[in-house]
């Protein structure tokens, strides 16, 4: 596949998708949009191009993590001054910025570096359930409970 014909599949072949994180696991939500991000589910899948997709997550309020990690968990933060470092709670975090919980898992599996950011550029996270996405036509997406 040469440069002229990648760029024709990457123009015409993104798509919306939109899933809802009503009562899902963290985990199992991160990984399935990292394949809809990645294009691991597309065809034309190489890993050192952007070739896959934009996804909508909404209600990230309503996330949902297994065992005690709601209280034992520990998400960090740095203001760049000495002595800055803050720490907080999964549920005190959720509470505040539930967006961001969904955002650290997710970044922190991309891969690292210029593709990374690209990709995590087409990832759009809500609190609710609107988005101001519905011009886009995104399908909605469920996951499979195991």
């Known amino acids: ?12 072949c993104k798509k919306w ?3 809802d994180a009503r009562n899902q696991i963290l985990g199992r939500l991160s990984t399935f949009v990292i394949k809809i991000l990645q ?21 990230a309020r309503q996330i949902k993590v297994t065992g005690r990690k709601s209280s034992q968990k520990i998400y ?7 002595g800055n470092l803050k720490q907080e709670t999964f549920k005190k975090l959720q509470l505040r910025f539930p967006k961001r919980i ?3 898992s997710i970044k ?12 995590f ?3 759009k996270i809500y609190d609710g ?17 195991k």
């Open 76 to 82: 960090f933060s740095h203001s760049g001054k000495p």
């Open 108 to 119: 922190g599996m991309l891969p690292k570096g210029h593709l990374g950011k690209q990709l």
């Open 39 to 59: 294009g691991k589910d597309s065809p034309y899948y190489l890993p050192y191009l952007d070739v896959g997709n934009y996804v909508i997550i909404i209600n």
């Open 129 to 145: 359930q609107y988005h101001p996405h519905s011009a886009q036509k995104p399908q909605s997406l469920t996951i499979k409970p």
């Open 17 to 19: 998708y939109l899933i």
């Open 1 to 12: 596949m040469n440069h002229k014909q990648n760029a024709i599949i990457n123009k015409n």
């Open 102 to 104: 969904i955002e650290n």
């Open 121 to 123: 550029s087409k990832l």
